[in-house]
Structure formats: C-alpha cells, structure tokens
C-alpha cells in the first residue's frame, strides 16, 4: 500500500512551500505525498535514541546529525531551489559537508540517512523514497525494521547501491559513510523494551 497522493499534478519546491504546515508532505519526482500521522511512540523512541547515539558521537567533529522533521532537497542537476521537485524528510540524516546546510534545510544529498520503517510507509520507503536516495547518490542508507529487528543496509558501489546487507539489531553497527560512529542496539533495544 503506498502513502496517500495530494493530486496528479507536477510539484517543485515553490509549490511545497505555499503549501499550509498543519499537512506534511514529501515530494519525489514532482509528486506529493502526503505523511502518514505522528508516529507511534516506539517509534519516536527509536529514531530519538538513534539520533542521540549519532550527535553524541559527531560532537566536537565536523558533521551534524539531524531528526525529522527535516527537509532535504534533492536536486537533480543545478535547478534553482524553486524548481526542485525532490523533497525528503528521512527520520535521521548527518551531513558532513555544512556547504549544504541553511536555513531551510539542506540541499544536496546527506552522507547518511536513517528510514524507520512503520506498517503504514514500510512498501513506500523501500522503493520509492530508496529509489529516490539512491538517483540522489546518498553514500548510505539504514532502513530498520523495529517489529523484526532486522537492519536493511544500502551502500553505494559503483553509481548505485550494491546488494543489501541484512544485520539483526545486536551488538553494534558502524556507519560505513561516517567515520567513527556506531549504534549500540543493545542499549536501543533495552530503551525500547523499558
């Protein structure tokens, strides 16, 4: 089941901007898709508990880590930010090169982006919104499956992401595209069952 379309129409960044904010919406290629409800409360947990293990580890260094929301625009070549029609707001994201940073936001693709999968977005976010990282040339993308404690890992190889590398939530994780940062699941697991 896909999320829910606002219309048929072609979408940029100027239209998503007009839009009201009691509505959040995601654009991929021009389409605009409107956001599930809050998440569930073990949801927020764990995106708030892997975000504080990923700032914990960035401080002092040159990449920030961010929660959604969040907006991330993806360009897809030098279109001014008005025309973009490819805005994502991953649970979290680090971005290391703070060129891209501003007031709104980010442009440009993050070097690491975290999509924690719900029954409601799981089928959207494992092909749509990882199609659209992927265009986007993201280094590395975690997709966690709380209910199975499986993490999905993509990687980019050779202009794409190689074959997915499949983990249970145990022990730690290192980012691949982030030096010196890894995920205890241990201790996310024992926040999440307390």
Do not use: N
Request: with cysteine; aromatic share 8%; net charge negative.
């Amino acid at each position: 089941m896909g999320l829910p379309q606002r219309d048929t129409q072609h979408h940029t960044y100027a239209d998503y901007r007009r839009w009201p904010e009691d509505l959040r919406y995601e654009l991929i290629d021009g389409v605009a898709y409107l956001m599930t409800p809050a998440p569930s409360r073990p949801h927020q947990d764990l995106v708030g508990e892997l975000y504080y293990q990923v700032r914990t580890a960035l401080e002092g260094k040159p990449c920030r880590a961010y929660v959604a929301p969040f907006d991330v625009r993806l360009p897809k070549a030098r279109e001014a930010d008005e025309e973009i029609d490819t805005v994502l707001q991953p649970d979290v994201l680090v971005v290391c090169d703070r060129r891209k940073l501003d007031e709104r936001g980010m442009r440009g693709a993050p070097d690491w982006v975290v999509e924690v999968l719900s029954p409601a977005t799981a089928g959207h976010d494992q092909t749509v919104k990882l199609a659209a990282y992927e265009r986007a040339g993201v280094p590395e993308v975690w997709l966690i499956h709380p209910t199975d404690r499986v993490l999905t890992i993509y990687r980019w190889e050779a202009g794409r992401y190689g074959r997915p590398v499949i983990l249970e939530l145990k022990g730690r994780t290192a980012l691949y595209s982030v030096p010196d940062v890894s995920i205890d699941w241990d201790r996310l697991v024992a926040q999440l069952e307390a």
